[in-house]
């Protein structure tokens, strides 16, 4: 396919709601954030001053994507997905792909230490947990593999970088929902099958486990059949059981706790929740309205939002009330990049088309965050996808002509 095809055919994949998905932060350099989004990487070197986009194309990640990230002390950026695992290095412009990771993909990649642990969750290959202790140079497989498993998620304790935690689950010829453990830093694993003690066997992921407790982990099942539900759960014995503690109809898809470890929050589809218990009960909060995720970093708490709704598609608070950190018009657009990389010849062509998907700035009368200080089922309908009835929609369609024949002139 040429490069004006290939541009063209990416222009008419980014044309539906734009929403923000995961805030990541980089251990030892609180001045960096980076917003996976539905059109890419959104990320700041100045903790939100300014803001560059690098598109999924340039990436290798795959359109319409929930990818996973991790960000290495090094400066690496890692970025996970079916179609596999990529990382830059460098200054954003060059990506390239893990060849370890080429036919399972890479659901999830976490680290502690030195130690880097990924896990894949690909129909019709044999899924791995794969393990790396030279900054995701090298990778050796653990053990642990199957045909008949999505390894969906990891955790590592904080307190203690033996202890990991793998979800996994399968759904032939009945939905089974396995949590994996090991206690020697990934090197081995042992399983215990939850399904049958669990409110509904299904689709597991494991969330969150608590700073200080080991032992405490949080996890989230989900049931597709009607009427579908989704809980979080509560376990205190190294996830021999567990306990629910919300039930909602909303994937819960994070946990992240307060510098007070009794405060613990989970996202669910449209919801953040609270708890100020160490997770045995949940308030819902008010914002955001929806497209809720979480992170924290100290007293800092970074949710996603609706910035049609909140105001922001980024807010940054300290338990609930949120300023505005992200805006989709403090995107100044693609990084400068050389000739040659596909930041270059792809995310800057795009980013026109991007930028018309964005929303009209309204004043919502939420306050600036200013500069960040260190201190589940897709929330909407049709977040991705072609799009057909947006882009016909008239001033985007102007500006997508426009923009395809400016290709055809510079190409």
Request: proline letters at 7%; a negative charge.
């Amino acid at each position: 396919m040429s490069l004006l095809a290939l541009v063209a055919a990416a222009a008419f994949g980014h044309t539906g709601i734009p929403q923000s998905l995961s805030v990541n932060l980089r251990s030892g350099a609180d001045s960096e954030l980076l917003v996976s989004t539905t059109f890419g990487a959104v990320y700041s070197k100045d903790r939100g001053a300014s803001w560059n986009v690098i598109c999924e194309e340039a990436i290798g990640y795959g359109t319409g994507q929930r990818p996973a990230w991790w960000l290495s002390p090094s400066g690496a950026k890692f970025a996970g997905s079916f179609k596999g695992l990529f990382v830059n290095r460098t200054d954003g412009c060059f990506w390239e792909g893990v060849p370890d990771f080429e036919a399972t993909g890479c659901s999830d990649i976490q680290a502690a230490g030195s130690t880097v642990l990924a896990t894949s969750g690909k129909f019709g290959v044999e899924n791995l947990i794969q393990r790396s202790t030279d900054d995701g140079k090298t990778w050796t497989a653990s053990p642990e593999k199957s045909t008949t498993l999505f390894y969906s998620t990891l955790r590592i304790a904080p307190s203690n970088p033996n202890r990991v935690y793998v979800a996994a689950w399968w759904f032939e010829p009945v939905n089974s929902s396995l949590l994996l453990r090991s206690d020697d830093n990934g090197q081995t694993f042992a399983r215990k099958d939850l399904s049958a003690t669990l409110p509904a066997a299904g689709a597991f992921y494991v969330l969150g486990v608590h700073p200080s407790k080991p032992d405490v982990v949080f996890a989230s099942v989900n049931k597709d059949t009607e009427p579908k539900a989704a809980w979080l759960l509560r376990s205190t014995d190294s996830g021999d059981s567990f306990t629910p503690v919300v039930t909602t109809t909303e994937i819960f898809s994070a946990v992240a706790f307060g510098p007070d470890p009794s405060i613990v929050y989970a996202a669910s589809g449209n919801r953040l929740y609270r708890s100020t218990d160490e997770g045995l009960t949940f308030t819902p909060l008010a914002a955001p309205k929806r497209n809720a995720c979480v992170t924290t970093r100290g007293n800092d708490v970074f949710s996603c939002g609706l910035q049609e709704l909140d105001g922001w598609a980024v807010g940054q608070g300290d338990g609930g009330d949120f300023s505005r950190l992200l805006r989709w018009s403090n995107i100044a657009g693609p990084p400068s990049c050389p000739a040659g990389s596909l930041v270059k010849s792809l995310c800057e062509p795009l980013w026109p088309v991007v930028k018309a998907t964005f929303p009209p700035e309204a004043d919502a009368g939420i306050p600036d965050a200013g500069p960040a200080i260190d201190g589940g089922v897709d929330p909407l309908p049709t977040p991705k996808g072609c799009g057909c009835a947006t882009f016909f929609d008239g001033p985007l369609l102007i500006a997508s002509i426009l923009f395809l024949r400016s290709l055809r002139q510079r190409w």
